[in-house]
């Protein structure tokens, strides 16, 4: 499965590789060649055969592998090889009462990431934060411990029946709290967010308030993009762009758990695999 096909959309905070190209002055055969190999090498790779699946092992772990992202193969694409991320779209193929549905694949990268490397030569670097591995409340066991009832055990118990709060929520708080006091002892504390207490919001109208200032500059900026440039851009394209960019920002964590835990899995195994080389080495 997977045909590559350079009309496939990208999100609006990326730039398809065909524009990058374009930019770097990279020939066209050689681009499309970078990536019809890069899918191949991904769906061979990928333990799962599915479209999703394809698409996410390539996002988290193939664009890392210098074999997989055949990007790294090419001077000017090395740089920002670790920032391109695959796109993978169903559509028709073939006339209307023969079509059949295929699959295409297209390959983006973030616009912040691009610019600077055009700007600035900078070279992209993916920062991951050491993640220390949990277990979801549900799968916790419960335990027992005796505790002498000193002045500080009978007030923390006092305090804690008259907020009417379950005392095993509050000494959980407390233990969290001393830990994340003591960095230098316990590391880095992960907690686990609890998604069923996580709602959608699906509606299209939003009202809040922002800062007078902060509208002001948006309102000019907006003017003087639209008397500069012949595409005009509106307040809704804007600020979807900007929540957009806001969210590629934030940790994977909050904005995709399932990538998060792909990624835990990940991070797991090649902290074991160290740990062997180590052993043997």
Known sequence: MGIYNSFCQVPKWAYS????????RVRVERMEQLCKETLNRTISSSPYKDEKSIEKFFNTIGKNDTYINAFYMHRTFEPIAQAIRMTIQSGLKGKKSKAKKVSFCNFYISKAVFNDYVKYGKRYV????????????????????????????????????????????AVVQALAFFMESN???????????????????????????????????????????????????????????????????????????????????????????????????
Request: aromatic share 6%.
């Open 17 to 24: 590789i065909q524009d990058v190209s374009k930019v770097l």
């Open 126 to 169: 993916e920062v991951l934060n050491e993640v220390q591995p949990f277990k979801p409340t549900s799968e916790v066991k419960h335990t027992a411990v005796k505790l002498p009832l000193d002045e500080t055990v009978v007030r923390f118990k006092e305090v804690v029946n008259n907020l009417k709060v379950p005392m095993s929520v």
């Open 183 to 281: 960095p230098k002892t316990f590391g880095k504390v992960e907690r686990a967010i609890d998604e069923s207490q996580i709602v959608e919001n699906k509606t299209t109208l939003l009202k809040c308030c922002i800062n007078k200032d902060l509208n002001n500059k948006m309102w000019k900026a907006l003017q003087r993009y639209n008397q500069d440039n012949v595409i005009k851009v509106g307040l809704t394209d804007f600020i979807e762009a900007a929540i957009a960019e806001k969210l590629q920002k934030m940790p994977i964590k909050y904005t995709n758990p399932e990538l998060y835990n792909d990624y835990k899995k990940v991070l797991e195994e090649k902290q074991k695999l160290m740990k062997e080389v180590d052993n043997y080495g």
